[in-house]
């Protein structure tokens, strides 16, 4: 949705653009388009790495906690195909529903971990996110701009390298202090 509105907005800028041109100049000469890749952004600058490097940490902890249940579940699993033959049809079966049922809470934990993850890195990256937004439209507005994309979203197709101005907004971030987070 989002691409599809992107390329709408580019399209319309390009269509009117000979209409508001200048007499004498060609339509080119009032366009300047360039692109930030918001993901590099995110990955590049000093505060991106800070809040990867936590939530690295923190899904590396809670990882290892899971795969303790999966190494359990494993075991239980192993267990019960080696007593298949050997148990009763009760006992085979309190197993089975004892392995399914903790089969299910690894996988609800699973979920609630993604989600949580998910949440987590949303609200650590909320703040330089608009930060890194408010640096973009400063450039626009100096660079007199007509137009800058996010690369990432694959809304650009093609630009020369010289409209990334993604190096240049990750140098600002990182020279100026650091966002808040909602």
């Keep these: 949705m989002k691409k599809t509105v992107f390329a709408l907005v580019a399209l319309a800028v390009l269509l009117a653009a000979p209409m508001v041109k200048a007499a004498d100049q060609p339509a080119s000469n009032n366009l ?5 890749d918001f993901n590099r952004a995110l990955n590049e600058t000093e505060e991106g790495k800070s809040a990867k490097g936590t939530l690295k940490a923190e899904f590396n902890e809670r990882q290892q906690k899971l795969d303790i249940v999966q190494n359990e579940l494993k075991k239980m699993k192993e267990d019960l195909d080696k ?5 009763s049809q009760d006992a085979l079966k309190a197993k089975e529903d004892v392995y399914r049922n903790k089969f299910m809470e690894l ?5 609630t971990f993604k989600q949580e993850m998910a949440q987590k890195e949303a609200a650590l990256t909320a703040g ?12 626009g507005s100096k660079g007199n701009y007509t137009m800058v994309l996010e690369k990432s979203q694959d809304v650009v197709l093609y630009a020369p390298m010289i409209n990334d101005l993604t190096d240049e907004v990750i140098k600002i971030c990182n020279s100026t202090p650091k966002a808040k987070s909602k």
Excluded at 32 to 36: D, L, Q, R
Excluded at 107 to 111: D, I
């Design 32 to 36: 300047k388009f360039g692109y930030v």
């Design 83 to 87: 007593q298949r033959l050997i148990l």
């Design 107 to 111: 996988q609800q934990k699973l979920g």
């Design 128 to 139: 330089l996110l608009e930060k890194l937004k408010g640096i973009v439209k400063d450039l």
